[in-house]
């Protein structure tokens, strides 16, 4: 992904002055001056104490020490050692200056920061080293391919290729740019302001394929097919994989997963290209909107085109993330034999805050990924190396019924930064509410409508986290149950539930953005019962519904719901009672090593 002249989310843009040429020079519509960066830096004087409290620095998602960071480039798993890259700025808290920062682990979970792998250096990058991936070629090379910037007078995008300098060594500390770059170039009518991050590449009948994002005309997302014998020398297959008319696609992923129900939790290599039982998931980035959407379909090796099970998928999107997650990329534990997603999530303060807090930007749990039972959709979890920061001592609650109206505290442990797991039973949807077709298929706004604190039926049910003790802050992840519209999609007319982040009363701070975020959980709720698990982790809580059916990464800055002062609490708001089978919650440990460059 290439970002120039703004902030990716919602923030005002503001970027270093070393950068401000570079935008110049690569015609960027937003042009920051130097006065615009004093401004920024005496506005960073004014933050909120609260913004800069220790206690908002995330404690086990992954992020650097200090500095901006995006999109996660390159995952792989190479010698015995799990390697991350990903954008990051080696100067400061907002964007610029952007190069391939490089952390290592052995777990996933505790890393170490190396040197910086990929930065401006030859012809085809020398105005920028974008988003990428990595392909383990077949004799066990690893190569990375990258989107470069090569032209000062428009943003003027090509695609390079690095290795690693000694492959033998397992942390792949040093990389060389060979001859011949850039090895792809945006001939043939490509808009080439809007041709980049090229995806992991796939094998088969003796070629190489891989996909490059791309936007054609003035609002059509392309994936483009290239193919190869030898890595280096590519062409370009005359149709696009697939397109829809939904704005730019950034970050496009294509990767098999199994329809087998026996091995449905068990991963694929992204060569394996066709079998009874293969199934193609594409994903892509939506510059528009900034969410990342998918479908589920089939790969035709042979034509080269890709085809959605569902043909209206282009339109209602199926997300990996209803909240703050972008940018995404997945690969294939060779290990584990599991299909691993990465995701970025962006600070919702100001940029200026940003600048006075010194950091921007987290990478969300990495998730394991696999095809549900019924084919329509993905699943994902938290990866089990996870657990192992979970505390001795958890607290539980089961059989415990809350009332309408009512929220239990759960006491005996800190939650500022904690995982908790619950399952609701529901006795009775007879008192759902009915959903408004209109709504039907727009869940962010049924949320925005109908939010935590707006009593319902059955619902709003779920947790309130990071709260203070007097509950004037609090985040609300929770669930709300409709009967089923008219008209609408809804396999065999089953209730509608509904699950939301409600971030509205997170924090006393006035000055921070605070959306709603919502999904619809396909699931059949009336079998009585449903799940939720919930990683706080001071300014992120990111919740899993369903079992991975649905998942929500909201960024959250309380003022005084902060680290010992955090509450947790299970509420219904709704009129018909919610009994909790069981809640466990566990403190979260940081992780031995530090994450960051």
């Not at 935008?23 to 004087?45: C, F, I, K, M």
Request: proline share 6%; with cysteine; aromatic share 10%.
């Amino acid at each position: 992904m290439v970002v120039l002249g703004g902030r990716v989310a919602w923030a005002c843009p503001v970027l270093l002055v070393v950068v401000v040429l570079l935008l110049q020079l690569a015609g960027a519509s937003h042009v920051v001056y130097e006065t615009d960066l004093l401004e920024t830096e005496a506005a960073a004087a004014t933050v909120p104490p609260s913004i800069l409290d220790a206690e908002l620095s995330t404690g086990y998602h992954f992020r650097p020490i200090k500095n901006w960071i995006n999109d996660p480039n390159a995952p792989m798993y190479y010698k015995g050692w799990y390697h991350l890259f990903y954008q990051y700025n080696p100067k400061g808290a907002v964007w610029g200056n952007i190069v391939w920062a490089h952390s290592v682990s052995r777990d996933l979970i505790n890393w170490v920061a190396l040197e910086t792998a990929i930065q401006p250096s030859i012809k085809s990058d020398k105005y920028g080293c974008w988003s990428g991936s990595a392909t383990i070629l077949r004799d066990g090379t690893p190569a990375i391919m990258y989107t470069g910037i090569d032209r000062a007078d428009i943003n003027y995008e090509v695609q390079n290729i690095a290795f690693p300098k000694n492959k033998s060594d397992p942390l792949l500390r040093e990389w060389v740019k060979p001859r011949g770059n850039p090895i792809i170039v945006p001939e043939g009518g490509i808009n080439a302001t809007q041709f980049r991050d090229p995806t992991t590449a796939w094998y088969a009948d003796g070629h190489w394929r891989l996909l490059i994002g791309a936007l054609s005309g003035a609002s059509r997302g392309v994936a483009y097919v290239y193919r190869s014998r030898d890595f280096m020398r590519w062409t370009r297959v005359r149709k696009p994989l697939h397109s829809a008319p939904t704005g730019m696609w950034e970050c496009p992923d294509l990767y098999p997963v199994t329809a087998d129900g026996r091995h449905r939790h068990k991963g694929l290599d992204t060569s394996v290209v066709s079998g009874p039982r293969v199934k193609h998931v594409l994903k892509n980035s939506l510059d528009l909107r900034r969410y990342d959407y998918y479908t589920v379909g089939t790969y035709d090796r042979k034509t080269e085109r890709y085809v959605p099970d569902n043909p209206a998928g282009d339109e209602h999107h199926l997300r990996y993330d209803y909240g703050n997650f972008y940018a995404s990329k997945t690969f294939y534990d060779p290990v584990k034999r599991r299909r691993i997603l990465w995701g970025w999530a962006n600070e919702s303060d100001a940029a200026v805050d940003d600048v006075a807090k010194g950091w921007a930007g987290i990478q969300a749990i990495p998730r394991k990924v696999w095809l549900d039972p019924s084919g329509r959709q993905l699943m994902q979890w938290p990866l089990e190396e996870l657990e192992a920061l979970r505390g001795k001592r958890p607290v539980s609650i089961k059989n415990r019924v809350v009332k309408r109206g009512e929220h239990v505290e759960v006491t005996g442990l800190r939650t500022s930064q904690a995982d908790v797991e619950v399952s609701f039973e529901v006795a009775s949807i007879d008192g759902a509410e009915a959903l408004d077709p209109a709504l039907a298929n727009d869940a962010q706004k049924l949320c925005s409508m109908r939010g935590a604190h707006v009593e319902g039926g059955v619902g709003p049910f779920g947790l309130w986290v990071l709260a203070s003790s007097k509950l004037e802050e609090k985040t609300a992840v929770f669930f709300r149950v409709f009967k089923a519209a008219r008209n609408i999609n809804s396999t065999n007319n089953k209730p509608v539930v509904l699950m939301c982040s409600d971030p509205t009363m997170s924090s006393l701070n006035p000055n921070l953005y605070k959306p709603t975020f919502a999904g619809f959980v396909d699931t059949d709720i009336a079998k009585g019962k449903i799940s939720l698990r919930s990683l706080i982790d001071r300014s992120v809580v990111e919740s899993f519904g369903a079992g991975g059916r649905t998942c929500i990464l909201s960024r959250v800055y309380p003022t005084l719901a902060l680290g010992k002062n955090a509450r947790l609490h299970v509420f219904n708001n709704g009129k018909v009672d919610i009994k909790v089978s069981e809640l466990t919650a566990w403190e979260m440990k940081k992780p031995a090593l530090m994450n960051g460059a």
